[in-house]
């Protein structure tokens, strides 16, 4: 890590550290008796913990002026470890949490571990700590390699991986102690929000200043889609998280949203967390790694323009299907409901486009797990969106709402499309950052592929079976007109399908945890059995110089 | 600058851009997304239309069917309650006596009881209504209130036990131990007369003489409210102390609580939240559990 | 000519930035900022009150346990739900709600009228262990509420906090916030008198949890639980719904219709 900075960039992060710490001693000091002092405190000793690593480095050889001017990777291997430890560990929370659901003793009687807590610390844990490193590290990757030029800055993408990683951990922590907002997808208090802003307004401006260096012409669809995941998000997370502390020493905070229009502003930013975080970034890795592991063209550049503006447009508009016959007025649920129908057009083009891409390759996915990962997500993608765009409809939302099968189209969406084009990818990548010729084992690549998918398989048909059971019974009448079951009825019908989900769930988690093993030794493979660079790196000549297409 | 090429596999024309190595082809959106595209914006439109869709700063358009979903659930529920009626009606003009004679209204209440009484009461007196600890089990045939007929089970539930409801039923034992009223050797003492009664076995020699110092002591405190024979009273809510049925537990640790720190359930009031006819039906369905005969 | 447009906006970043920034506003602002302007949006009712010190500290316990997982507050306008939970929920019953929680999951019910159902007793061993009460429920046991003192010193800064967002609590209840909090679970104290001045006759005093000696998180939840729903009459007025509202025998329904006019 260090030895992949020069000695004035390793100065400028120990001063990026002293000055983090210093603001973190502020919070510390005056919220000692509060969480965030205990949050404070952690910061402190975390800055001080990387210090220390990179004072004892200050004599590490500095980069070779070849390695400076080259495509800047180390963050990207940082963040592949990352990426794959938030996974073990949101699934792990994810199968404790399906669990609990079946033997609700599973949580020992700590507060820590109780259901709502652990609930929130599975969510993050796999959107944001998951697949947001995943989508900072296969950014980083595809940005570089599409734009022919490395990363703008050095100390900024590190900045960025470490300080979204330090959200993550300031959520997670924060939640064990009780500390949440309750808006789901944005739970963490105001300081870490803020945090999070600095952060990701450091991510914009490394990716902005990258692309503007770039020696392609035109910017590539990927990168469109990376943008649009980077700025919308920026946009959604600060109007939602707007909220005004009870003091400045306290982690407790009130959203400045009253009522109806909190549940409008918390949706439009739910919805769109599912929108530009789960689909647009994840978009964008299969728009890189899927072409380029089947090595076809795109089937269509017309119709990824289609797909990205009707995307980009449609989703903002859906978020009220999350508050059909609530109190929200019904005009604003008619605008949610007709605005996800006609999402599903650019939804399934963008599935469709890259199906279409696999023309002539065909062949391949009886051979190579890790584009059988891509194309499976790719299915799984088309078939999530079009079950939301089904739920989307009142009719069928007065059903499905507040059921389980909420839950199963968002494992169908999470599971299928998001966590297998995220493996898919990582499996394209790492052998191509670290320079093997492919990945240690291909037998464990085929066996995560089928735990992964048997795994998503039982979990949404579990969860189909027991939101559908639980819906149809909430709402069915006897003859004489008088509800047929009580909701405890529909707790006991469940339990059968809470086990199955778990199983699901453990299965796919033991996946996870195979492909990590895989991850670990390739890289870990002596490099005497090195390919030459360039298996899936076409030859590049770099050169320092922005475009002048520009 | 950018030489459009043909992909071999599929003879299509590209673009002629390249991203380390990524090509795309020049292909037209297929037709079939443009119908796609028609099919779904026409539905949009039409529904824009119908339906209330857009603002207009301080109103929004109302849609020229004129729903809204407050009116269309209104309408729903009124539906409802008109279907309903061919038993409402019914129930709530007979008696309980006309109703328990009327095989057909009978069957409505087993139907709908259930759910009602797992929705209200189950928490409380568990789903079979048998209830638990501290929770009166109301199939035993054991009242604290009334005999056990319907009529008086409906009281209860529409009056509640110990509530704000100004006809509130009250049923208030002293806590006799934690107020001072007794000593806590007279409340072992007294405790152990009234384990004795429900314990026959309990009243050996050596126990003898405590249990009667005991009985003087419940005829002192006690029998104002639960009777000389401690025989409970069912106006007042009192429990009979000599029979195998109790609500906080007749262990002697048990009774020696209840002595020492009073006793006050809280069944809540129905009265507002169920209808009279649900009170009915549901004081019916208990009643049909069998908690008329011992 | 669309894609040669789009060849050009495809060469400049900041192009690109601006045009997604421009494509992604529209829905956002057409949906939310209307929310604000038509009236109609939040019902005007004249007897909607405000959460006292010791329910607000309540309702951050029911945030803090993230009860909002597996409860919905909010009754949708569906003949069975209305059937099963009572009258549909209006927008003005969570008017100062910062933030709403209206759940998007019923692994429980739904808990919109909770408030008055069971009795505080039922509460507190149901919180403690609710698998003591109803043996088939998968909800968590709370235990630890019963035990953890709640923090009351701060109380008036929460007060003040809300009343920066839009929560008309007056200088005198954010001045008298931690005392308040004690008085309402601390009956025939002196400060449980002077707390149904300040938040009015219904306010419920209990020593929710049982022991009116500490004032626990258990006791602010409870006390928060049992005023759902009773916030406002108005959801039970002009309706089709059978129910009365929760305090009929001493309101005249019809006077209540008035005073909404
Ligand atoms: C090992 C695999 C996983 C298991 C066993 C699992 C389990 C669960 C469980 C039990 C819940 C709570 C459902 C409820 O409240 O009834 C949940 C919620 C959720 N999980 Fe997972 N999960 C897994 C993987 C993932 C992944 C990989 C993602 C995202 C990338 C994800 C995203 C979510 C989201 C967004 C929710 C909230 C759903 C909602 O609020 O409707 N999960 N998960
Ligand atoms: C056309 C695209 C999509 C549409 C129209 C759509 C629509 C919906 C609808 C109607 C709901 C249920 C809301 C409710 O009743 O509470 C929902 C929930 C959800 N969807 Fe989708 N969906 C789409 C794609 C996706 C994808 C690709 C994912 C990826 C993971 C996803 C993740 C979620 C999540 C996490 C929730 C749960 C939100 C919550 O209640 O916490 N959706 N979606
Ligand atoms: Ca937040
Ligand atoms: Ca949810
Ligand atoms: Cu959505």
Redesign the pocket.
């Known amino acids: 890590m260090a030895g992949s900075l020069t000695g004035e960039e390793r100065r400028t992060c120990l001063l990026i550290l002293g000055v983090l710490a210093l603001c973190a001693l502020g919070i510390a000091v005056p919220g000692r008796w509060d969480p965030i002092g205990v949050h404070g405190l952690m910061v402190v000793l975390l800055c001080a913990g990387a210090a220390g690593y990179l004072l004892l480095r200050l004599n590490v050889p500095e980069p070779s002026p070849e390695e400076l001017s080259g495509y800047y990777d180390a963050p990207i291997k940082v963040g592949v470890g990352l990426t794959m430890a938030w996974a073990i560990f949101g699934m792990f929370v994810g199968v404790w949490v399906a669990a609990q659901l079946a033997w609700p003793d599973l949580t020992f009687h700590q507060a820590w571990s109780s259901f709502g807590r652990l609930r929130p610390a599975h ?1 993050t844990g796999v ?1 944001f700590g998951f697949g947001g490193n995943a989508l900072i590290t296969t950014s980083y990757h595809v940005v570089q390699r599409t734009s022919r030029a490395p990363l703008a800055d050095r100390v900024s993408p590190w900045f960025v991986l470490f300080g979204f990683n330090l959200f993550c951990l300031l959520a997670v922590t924060g939640y064990a102690m009780g500390l949440t907002q309750s808006k ?2 944005a739970e963490p208090e105001w300081y870490a929000d803020i945090w999070l802003v600095i952060v990701w307004v450091t991510y914009f401006v490394l990716f902005l200043r990258t692309l503007a260096r770039r020696k392609e012409p035109h910017i590539y669809v990927a990168n469109w889609y990376y943008l649009a995941f980077i700025v919308v998000v920026a946009i959604l997370h600060i109007v939602n998280n707007l909220a005004v502390p009870i003091t400045l020493a306290s982690a407790k905070s009130y959203t400045v949203w009253p009522g109806v229009q909190d549940a409008m502003v918390q ?1 439009w930013y ?2 769109n ?3 530009f975080f ?2 647009a970034g994840f978009l964008a890795m299969m728009y890189y790694y899927l072409p380029k592991r089947a090595d076809r063209p795109i089937f269509s550049y017309r119709l990824s323009i289609l797909s990205f503006w009707g995307i980009t447009f449609f ?1 903002m508009w ?1 978020g009220s ?4 016959y609530t109190a929200l007025p019904h005009w604003v649920q008619t605008l949610g409901m007709s605005f ?2 006609m ?2 057009v650019p ?1 399934w083009a963008s599935a469709g486009n890259a199906l279409m891409t696999m023309r002539g390759a065909w062949h391949k996915l009886r051979d190579d797990a890790t584009l059988r990962f891509m194309v499976v997500a790719a299915v799984f ?1 088309g078939l ?10 009142r009719a ?2 007065s059903l ?3 059921t389980d ?3 199963g ?6 599971l299928g ?2 966590a297998l084009i995220t493996f898919g990818s990582l499996y394209t990548l790492v052998p191509s950052v670290w320079k093997r010729q492919s990945m240690y084992s291909n037998a464990l690549v085929e066996l995560h592929f089928w735990l992964a998918l048997s795994g998503t398989l039982i979990y949404i048909f579990a969860m189909w079976n027991s939101g559908v059971i639980q819906g149809l019974m909430w709402r069915t009448y006897t003859e004489n007109n008088a509800l047929a079951y009580s909701f405890v009825d529909s707790l006991v019908a469940m339990y059968p399908y809470y086990i199955a989900r778990t199983v699901g769930g453990f299965l796919f988690l033991l996946g996870a945890i195979v492909g990590s093993i895989n991850i670990w030794l390739t890289v870990r493979r002596s490099p005497a059995s090195q390919a030459a660079p360039g298996v899936y790196d076409r030859p590049h000549d770099l050169d320092p110089t922005p475009n002048a297409a520009e | 600058m950018s030489k459009t090429e043909v992909d071999p596999a599929t003879g299509e024309q590209t673009t002629g851009h390249e991203w380390n190595g990524i090509k795309e082809l020049d292909n037209p959106v297929p037709r079939g997304v443009l119908i796609f595209v028609v099919v779904t914006h026409v539905f949009a439109i039409l529904w824009w239309f119908l339906m209330p869709a857009f603002p207009l700063g301080w109103t929004y358009t109302r849609g020229l069917l004129g729903i809204d979903q407050r009116a269309t659930v209104e309408q729903a529920i009124s539906a409802n309650q008109a279907e309903r009626a061919s038993w409402t009606s019914a129930i709530e003009t007979s008696s309980f006596d006309q109703i328990q004679a009327d095989e057909s209204l009978m069957a409505v209440v087993k139907d709908t009881g259930p759910q009602l009484f797992g929705d209200n009461c189950g928490a409380c007196h568990g789903f079979d209504a048998s209830g638990r600890s501290n929770y009166p089990d109301l199939t035993d045939g054991d009242w604290l209130w009334g005999d056990g007929s319907a009529e008086a089970v409906a009281e209860t539930m529409r009056v509640g036990i110990n509530t704000s409801h100004p006809e509130s039923r009250f049923a208030q034992m002293p806590a006799f131990g934690r107020d001072g009223m007794l000593a806590s050797a007279d409340v072992r003492t007294v405790a152990r007369y009234v384990y004795s009664l429900s314990h026959p076995e309990f009243s050996t020699e050596e126990n003898l003489e405590s249990i009667a110092q005991g009985e003087s002591l419940f005829a002192e405190n006690c029998s104002g409210c639960h009777g000389a024979a401690a025989l409970g009273d069912a106006e007042t809510g009192t429990p009979n102390l000599t029979d195998a049925y109790w609500l906080y537990g007749g262990e002697l640790d048990q009774i020696i609580e209840s002595v020492h720190g009073g006793r006050a359930g809280h069944m809540p009031t129905w009265d507002e939240r169920l209808t009279p006819v649900e009170r009915k039906v549901l004081a019916l369905y208990v009643h049909s559990l069998g908690g008329t005969t011992p | 000519m669309p894609e040669f447009f789009h060849r050009k906006i495809e060469r400049t970043a900041i192009g690109f930035v601006v045009a997604i920034i421009a494509a992604a506003s529209v829905g956002g602002i057409v949906e939310i900022a209307p929310l604000f302007t038509i009236d109609e949006t939040v019902e005007n009712v004249a007897d909607m009150r405000l959460y006292t010190p010791l329910e607000l500290a309540g309702r951050n316990v029911y945030i803090q346990e993230g009860c909002y997982a597996c409860h919905s507050q909010m009754i949708r306008t569906l003949a069975d739900e209305v059937d099963r939970y009572g009258p549909f929920s209006l927008a003005v019953e969570s008017q100062y709600d910062h933030p709403m929680l209206w759940g ?2 019923r692994t429980g019910p739904d808990l919109a009228r909770i408030g008055g159902k069971y009795s505080d007793v039922w509460h507190a061993a149901h919180l403690n262990n609710p698998r003591d009460v109803v043996p088939q429920s998968n909800m968590p046991a709370y235990s630890w509420l019963a035990r953890t003192p709640l923090e009351v010193d701060n109380l008036g800064h929460h007060l003040a906090a809300q009343r920066a967002v839009g929560v008309p609590y007056t200088d005198e209840m954010i001045a008298n916030a931690a005392r308040d909090a004690l008085g309402q679970a601390t009956p025939d104290s002196d400060a449980a008198f002077s707390i149904l001045d300040r938040y009015g006759e219904e306010t419920q005093v209990s020593a929710f949890d049982g022991v009116a000696t500490s004032v626990t998180q258990l006791d602010a939840l409870i006390a928060y639980l049992q005023v759902l729903g009773q916030m406002t009459d108005a959801a039970y007025l002009d309706t089709a719904a059978s129910e009365l509202p929760p305090d009929a025998e001493d309101r005249d329904v019809t006077q209540a219709e008035e005073e909404r006019n």
């Open positions: 969510t959107i789901e997808y949706w739910g919805h967390a599912v929108a789960l689909t989703y859906a299907h999350h508050l059909h996800s129908v999402l599903l939804s993608y999530s969106t079009f079950e939301g765009s089904f739920m989307a409809i069928v939302n499905s709402h507040y099968w909420t839950v189209h968002v494992h169908a969406g999470a499309w998001v | 998007s999951k």
